[in-house]
């Protein structure tokens, strides 16, 4: 005859893969968005999302308990409120593209900076150090963290959303750039999220506001601007990855991190 213990032991089983099955249904579907984009469409999630993740039985009669929440690595915000401007067409060029540029974004979870490509990609840094002149950035969150198949954090976007932008929208630049080997856009890498749906060439020159970083060397087809390179704070974004993400938003197929990344101020400078 089974005992309570043992049909309690047997139901919390059963439980435990019926989650396992509903998850792994959740990352085939996830699995099938394969572009980065700024708007409407949803980020590349290559290979599910590491949310997902849970824990086997152990000790074979234990009931495997829910993996804790994440802690957040990263401090408060700077007070503030992000921004909502808004631009009808792309700024005037005012860029130097003999000069070198760096960007600084201080966030939450430390330091991270930036030396901009403007010989290879003037339109992306000429409205790059616009925006963050305007006070753009600051105070909105990264909202997006992908860390499986590719590495990317995605920030730019002051609703938070993934379908934020500045009004206008920018030329693709530098898509045969040679550190693009091999259909690799290798760690140190930022670039410009975009909406092109890898079919209808009207979808192109779709840039905005939204950037990714590239932590560790990531297969994405050519499509997307890099525009400089990150030259400190590969620290501050693994931390960041290390802390996870959270399972795809229904409504808008972000995977927020778990960490609260915000950008306090973001700066850039010629030297």
Sequence with gaps: MVSKDQRRRQLAREKFERQQQRRSVARRKTKRRNVIVASAVAVALAAGVAAY???GLTGGDEVASAPPAPKNPCGAPAKGTPSKKTWKKEPAMSVDTSASYAAK?????????????PGRAP??????????????????KCHRLVDA??????CGDPTATGSGDPG??????????????????????????????GKDEKTRNSGGSQFFLVFQDSR?????TPFGTITGGMDVLRKIADAGATPPDPQTGNTAPHAHVVIDKAAVTKS
């Design 53 to 55: 993740a849970s824990a």
């Design 105 to 117: 974004l201080s966030t939450t979870c430390g330091t991270i900076e930036l030396k901009l490509d």
């Design 123 to 140: 339109h992306t840094v000429n409205s790059f150090a616009f925006l963050a002149g305007q006070g753009y950035f600051d105070h909105s």
């Design 149 to 154: 198949g590719i590495h990317v954090l995605q």
């Design 168 to 197: 206008y929208s920018l030329p693709d630049e530098n898509l045969k750039d040679p550190r693009l080997k091999g259909g690799v856009y290798p760690a140190g890498t930022v670039a410009m999220a975009n909406s092109y749906d």
């Design 220 to 224: 994405l087809p050519p499509n997307y």
